[in-house]
């Protein structure tokens, strides 16, 4: 069966940092790109970042503004999203995707996870 799992979400006071995994099972991730997308209740949901399988190419949405890093260790199947600097907008529910080749937009994940929730409060 073919699954991402994500960890590590929790409240985190405004300035603190987290570091969201996602495990996956089922395929092996070393060919396919890998993004975090968030949502918000009533917004849709939108890409934070996603890298390559070979990790040489990566993007980043406007908002993360250098607070945010992606990595991916595909010897453990796993993608990491470390947040610094967290702002209250960045309270959302966290999911992982992955696709095979390079990172598509939205609509060409073919993999998601069930979320992780973040909230950062104080």
């Known amino acids: 069966q073919l699954q991402l799992v994500e960890s590590g979400g929790g409240l985190v006071q405004p300035g603190g940092s987290l570091r969201l995994s996602c495990v996956a099972s089922?395929?092996?991730?070393?060919?396919?790109?890998l993004a975090w997308f968030r949502q918000v209740p009533g917004k849709e949901r939108e890409e934070v970042s996603c890298?390559?399988?070979?990790?040489?190419?990566?993007r980043y949405a406007d908002f993360v503004q250098g607070r945010f890093t992606i990595s991916r260790d595909n010897a453990k199947n796993t993608a990491y999203l470390e947040m610094n600097s967290l702002k209250s907008e960045d309270t959302a529910v966290y999911y992982c995707?992955?696709?095979?080749?390079?990172?598509?937009?939205?609509?060409?994940?073919?993999?998601w996870g069930k979320g992780t929730p973040v909230t950062v409060s104080s």
């Open positions: 890298l390559t399988g070979s990790s040489k190419r990566f």
């Open positions: 089922g395929f092996s991730i070393e060919r396919y790109a």
């Open positions: 995707a992955a696709a095979p080749g390079p990172c598509p937009d939205y609509y060409g994940m073919d993999y």
